[in-house]
């Protein structure tokens, strides 16, 4: 009797070291995934999050992930199935937009770093814009059940990424000094031409109503208009307001010429 009960101590010792050791081998598979992105957070913009599986030690391999993708839903659109591309024979088999609950499966196993799937988020038109972390939690993998010769549940750690705000600020371009030269040659020609018509027209009426004023008289008798005065003062004052309309252009461009 006492035999028996020995033998049964013993037998029940090496069962718990077995599953001890099996508990051991199974907790020994690890992987680790990552994500990426370059994109940065602006109005109405899409931007792109990549997640890869970076590095893995799971014997056969893995074939399904399952996270829970979190985000600001005041800052994105709400993201869905099709906001998601796999790449590398990966598909998404089930995303639920209100829990975040993502499966990722493949139906060859891998063993190595592989790219999974490019997720895109839009920003909203009104949203209000900083700095945003986007994260995958209660991460598993698997590369089947333990007992047809799988890994089971492989849990690993959330991974996260921060999105910058985009603080880029669109300028006007500077103006060269060709567009500059162009308008001041517009303005000149504008006010020359003005000027020259209001100089023909006031030297015409003077030089008409000379004649016809000494015709009156009994004949051309006198001196003609002074026409060479109105011309000199009709220049100077061309020049001065071509030098004023440059100098007021120039200063509020806030450029050399």
């Known amino acids: ?38 994109s940065k957070l602006k109005q109405g913009e899409i931007i792109e999050v990549s997640l890869k599986v970076t590095s893995l030690d799971a014997g056969d391999g893995i ?30 088999t089930g995303y639920s937009s209100e829990s975040g609950i993502l499966t990722i499966q493949r139906d060859e196993k891998v063993k190595t770093p592989i790219d999974v799937l490019t997720i895109s988020l839009r920003v909203k038109e009104n949203a209000t814009i900083d700095d945003t972390i986007i994260e995958l939690k209660d991460i598993t993998i698997t590369g089947g059940a333990e007992e047809f010769g799988g890994t089971g549940d492989i849990e690993l750690q959330p991974i996260n990424i921060t999105i ?16 500059a030269n162009e308008v001041t040659n517009e303005i000149s020609n504008i006010i020359t031409n003005s000027t020259t018509n209001n100089i023909a027209n006031s030297t015409t009426n003077n030089i008409t109503n000379s004649i016809v004023t000494n015709t009156n008289n009994g004949g051309i008798t006198g001196k003609l208009p002074q026409t060479g005065e109105n011309i000199a003062t009709y220049i100077a004052g061309i020049s001065i307001i071509t030098v004023i309309a440059i100098i007021a252009f120039v200063k509020y461009r806030n450029i050399n010429v």
């Open 1 to 38: 009797m006492k035999k028996i009960l020995k033998n049964k101590l013993t037998l029940t010792m090496v069962l718990v070291i077995c599953i001890i050791n099996l508990s051991y081998i199974v907790n020994a598979f690890s992987g680790n995934l990552s994500l990426t992105s370059t």
């Open 63 to 92: 074939d399904t992930i399952v996270a829970t993708l979190e985000y600001d839903k005041n800052i994105f659109d709400q993201v869905t199935k099709n906001s998601m591309v796999p790449s590398n024979d990966w598909s998404v």
């Open 164 to 179: 910058p705000k985009d603080n880029t600020t669109t300028e006007e371009p500077p103006v060269t000094n060709e567009i």
